[in-house]
């Protein structure tokens, strides 16, 4: 029979389903209290890290129209919400994992996609939005002013084939 706390449980957890951006699922087995605070410092930007029980999660999942995920609520589980930037939180858990070989994660979602440990950390490998952005605009410049000297290339021929015909003009005269 569910009480009234658990019912309220899941309700929040799927809320937090809802508004995310992305959800990692990790194992946090063997790390200690000052350790799982560091984490969360870590990620404060990024999103909130939350242990929870496995079938509260599940349930909460379902109800956000979360699939997939069931298989990943095995041993002690703790949830990253991430409600910024996926790759930022990504990198986030995984420098802290290399760190602390007691984490470990198991998968989780972005965009309603289910994501293995392994995309994950691939998405982690990403380079940040802002560095993303910032090649682009110089492949944008770049290519700008290849078109610009494109455009000024004839022109350019242009005045040195008049500046050499008036030359073998002069020469001649």
Do not use: H, W
Request: hydrophobic share 50%.
């Amino acid at each position: 029979m569910a009480t009234p706390d658990k019912v309220a449980a899941v309700e929040e957890i799927a809320n937090r389903f809802r508004e995310s951006n992305a959800v990692v699922i990790t194992e946090y087995r063997g790390l200690s209290v000052p350790q799982l605070a560091e984490l969360r410092r870590t990620l404060s930007g990024a999103a909130t890290y939350r242990v929870a029980k496995n079938t509260l999660t599940a349930l909460a999942a379902k109800e956000a129209g979360v699939e997939g995920l069931n298989d990943l609520f095995v041993g002690p589980t703790a949830i990253a919400f991430v409600t910024g930037d996926p790759v930022e939180a990504a990198k986030g858990l995984k420098d802290f994992a290399k760190k602390n070989d007691s984490l470990v994660i198991k998968g989780g979602v972005l965009e309603g996609n289910v994501l293995t440990a392994e995309e994950i950390n691939k998405l982690a490998d990403l380079e940040s939005r802002e560095v993303l952005l910032a090649k682009a605009a110089g492949a944008m410049k770049a290519t700008l002013f290849g078109a610009a000297y494109l455009f000024q290339a004839p022109l350019a021929q242009a005045a040195r084939a008049v500046d050499a015909l008036r030359a073998k003009q002069e020469d001649a005269a």
